[in-house]
C-alpha cells in the first residue's frame, strides 16, 4: 500500500491556529481503494481534511484517524461540449482553474480564494461573489460518497438523493466526498465598476442595478468599520473591451507584502479605518479593470495571512440574512461589534438564491451573507470574549429570520444550532443509519450530534461560581455584568482569571484567592464576603 501513514501522535490545526487538534494517526491516500483500506483497517474515529481551511476545528477530532484528501487531485473525466468536469475531491480550484482556463471554460461556484479543495468546499456549501448563483451545491452534477461501512455509493440529486443533499454541506459527518461532478461556465471577460453609497440605499441599488441586469457576473458590498453607515460596492459585469490584465489566471506569489501591511496598518494604527476608506481605497478603485473570470476567481489565500499568529490572528465569521432585512441585521450587528471593541477589518457583503434541497442549509430564502473578517488576540480570555458575542450575534441572525455559517468556532449553543438548523435532525437520523458507531467525527460534530453526548461528563456544581461557568446563558449574562462594571480592568481579562479558577477542585474561598492574587491592588477586596444568613 503506497498510502503514507505517520503513526505517531499528531497534531492537526486550522489556518488561524487556535484549535490545534491531537489526533492518532494521519493517512494520505491517492486512490479511492485506499479510502476504503483506511477506513477499513482502522476501528476507531474518522475524520477528513482537506486545505484546512475552516476555523474551528471541522476537520479533526481528538484521537480519530484523520484522512488528509489532498494527495486525491485529479481530473477523472472532462467533457467541454457538456461543460462539465469529474474530478477527485482533493484538487484545488486553483489547479482545476489551470486544466480549464485552455479550454475558456471556467467554474460555475467557487469560493473567492482559489486555494480550498473541492471536497472541503462541498462539504461545507461554500458560495462565492457571484450573482444569479447560490451554494456550491447548485452546480453540482453528481458526487461520490465512501461510507462508514466501506461501501461507495453514486448520490446526485434523483439518485440516493439523501446522500447527495445529507453529504454536501454535511461537514465530513456522512462519509468521505471521493469524487465530483460540476457544471461549468464561459470565461467571460469582465469589467469593474464601484460606488460608494450610504447603506441605507444599498438594496435598491443592488436590486435594479446589480442583481436585475443579468450582466453582474460578481458582486460584492464592502462595508466600513466601525459605524458600517457607509458600503462600497463593486461589480463586475461582461464585456466585451480588451482586458487590462495581461495574466488569464492570478500568478503564484511568494510574499504579500503590501497587502499584509495594508492589513497590519488597518487594525493596529490610529485611524486604521479613516485612511482605508478615505485613502486607500479611492486609490485602488480609481482605476478601469478588466479581467478574465478565471483571474478575479483565482485569488490567493496568502494575501490575507498575517505577519505572526503569535500574538493575534484573523479570523472569519458570516450570517446569512433574508435580503429584506438587510438594515436591520446591519444596525444590531454593529451595535454588538461596537460594545465588544470587536477588531473587525470587513464586511463583505454577498448575495445568494436559496437552496431548498440542502438538509443543512443556510440559504432557505434569498439572502445576503456578511462576511465578518476580525482580528482577534490568541489568549484564552480573548477566545472567550469572541464565544460571547459571537452568541449574541447569532441569536440576532436566528431573530431575524436568518442563520450563521458553519465552517468557523463551534460558539452557538445547541439550541442556537438548532433553530438556524431545522432540518438538522432530519441529518442527524441520515448520519444515525450510515454511520451508527459515530466514526465519522470531528469538532463541530462533537459538539452537536447528539449521540456525542451520551457519555459527556456532568459538570461540577459544587460552588456558586461553578454554577454560573456550567450553564452559557449565566456564562454569558455575568460577562455581560462586567462589561457594564469594569473600566480599571479588561472584563475579558477578570473573566478568564474566575474561569481559569473555577477549573480547579479548589472551594469557594480558594477560587476567591486565587482572583485576589490575579488582580490590580487597586481592585482587591480585604476579604471572602460571607453569605447572608
Known amino acids: 500500500m503506497d498510502t503514507a501513514v505517520r503513526t505517531a501522535s499528531h497534531i492537526v490545526n486550522e489556518v488561524t491556529g487556535l484549535y490545534p487538534v491531537p489526533v492518532f494517526s494521519v493517512v494520505t491516500p491517492r486512490t ?22 475552516s476555523m474551528g476545528g471541522q476537520t479533526a477530532s481528538p484521537g480519530c484517524l484523520q484522512i488528509d484528501m489532498r494527495q486525491m487531485n485529479q481530473v477523472i473525466h472532462f467533457s467541454p461540449l457538456e461543460k462539465t468536469v469529474r474530478v477527485q475531491t482533493g484538487i484545488r480550484w486553483c489547479d482545476l482553474q489551470r486544466f480549464l482556463d485552455p479550454h475558456d471554460l471556467s467554474v460555475s461556484i467557487m469560493q473567492t480564494y482559489a486555494n480550498f479543495t473541492v471536497g472541503g468546499s462541498l462539504s461545507v456549501n461554500v458560495h462565492g461573489r457571484y450573482i444569479g448563483q447560490g451554494p456550491l451545491i447548485l452546480s453540482v452534477r453528481a458526487i461520490k460518497v465512501l461510507l462508514a461501512s466501506g461501501e461507495c455509493v453514486e ?72 459605524h458600517f453607515s457607509k458600503v462600497r460596492a463593486v461589480t463586475w459585469s461582461r464585456t466585451t473591451r480588451g482586458v487590462t490584465e495581461p495574466n488569464r489566471l492570478q500568478p503564484i506569489r511568494k510574499h504579500y507584502l503590501l497587502e499584509k501591511y495594508f492589513f497590519w496598518a488597518f487594525t493596529e494604527t490610529p485611524l486604521g479605518t479613516w485612511r482605508r476608506e478615505y485613502l486607500v481605497d479611492p486609490l485602488l478603485f480609481r482605476s478601469r479593470k478588466v479581467h478574465w473570470r478565471n ?41 454588538v461589534l461596537r460594545r465588544y471593541r470587536v477588531n473587525v477589518v470587513n464586511i463583505s457583503i454577498r448575495h445568494a438564491l436559496p437552496d431548498s434541497g440542502s438538509l443543512l442549509a443556510w440559504a432557505r430564502e434569498e439572502v445576503f451573507a456578511f462576511v465578518l473578517y ?32 458553519l465552517p468557523y468556532q463551534a460558539h452557538a449553543t445547541c439550541e442556537q444550532f438548532l433553530q438556524a438548523y431545522p432540518r438538522a435532525n432530519e441529518y442527524f437520523a441520515i448520519k444515525k443509519r450510515l454511520d451508527p458507531q459515530f466514526r465519522f467525527r470531528n469538532v463541530l460534530w462533537d459538539t452537536y450530534y447528539p449521540d ?22 449565566w456564562h454569558d449574562a455575568f460577562y455581560l455584568f462586567l462589561q457594564n462594571i469594569f473600566h480599571l480592568f479588561p472584563e475579558d481579562r477578570f473573566h478568564g482569571l474566575i474561569k481559569e479558577a473555577t477549573a480547579t477542585r479548589d472551594s469557594d474561598e480558594a477560587i476567591y484567592r486565587h482572583i485576589q492574587e490575579g488582580l490590580p491592588d487597586i481592585m482587591r477586596c480585604p476579604r471572602w464576603p460571607s453569605k447572608r444568613r
Open 32 to 53: 479511492i481503494a485506499e479510502v476504503q483500506e483506511a477506513v477499513r483497517r482502522s476501528t476507531g474515529p474518522l475524520s477528513v481534511g482537506g486545505g484546512r481551511f
Open 155 to 226: 448520490a446526485t440529486p434523483q439518485q440516493n438523493a439523501e446522500i447527495f443533499f445529507g453529504a454536501i454541506g454535511g461537514y465530513g459527518g456522512l462519509g468521505v466526498i471521493v469524487e465530483a461532478e460540476l457544471a461549468l461556465a464561459p470565461n467571460d471577460r469582465v469589467e469593474r465598476t464601484n460606488l460608494k453609497l450610504p447603506t441605507s440605499e444599498y438594496l435598491e441599488f443592488f436590486k435594479q442595478k446589480v442583481r436585475d441586469t443579468g450582466e453582474a457576473v460578481f458582486h460584492n458590498g464592502d462595508l466600513y468599520p466601525p
Open 295 to 335: 483571474y478575479e476567481a483565482g485569488y490567493d489565500v496568502a494575501e490575507l495571512e498575517p505577519y505572526s499568529r503569535k500574538h493575534s490572528t484573523y479570523v472569519l465569521q458570516e450570517y446569512f440574512i433574508p435580503i429584506a432585512r438587510l438594515e436591520d441585521f446591519v444596525e444590531q450587528a454593529g451595535e
Open 374 to 405: 476580525y482580528k482577534q488576540r490568541t489568549r484564552e480570555s480573548a477566545k472567550t470574549r469572541v464565544a460571547v458575542w459571537t452568541r449574541e450575534l447569532v441569536q440576532k441572525a436566528i431573530d431575524l429570520g436568518g442563520t450563521y455559517y
Open 452 to 473: 456525542a453526548h451520551k457519555h459527556t461528563p456532568v459538570a461540577d456544581e459544587s460552588s456558586e461560581f461553578r454554577q454560573v461557568f456550567s450553564r452559557l446563558r
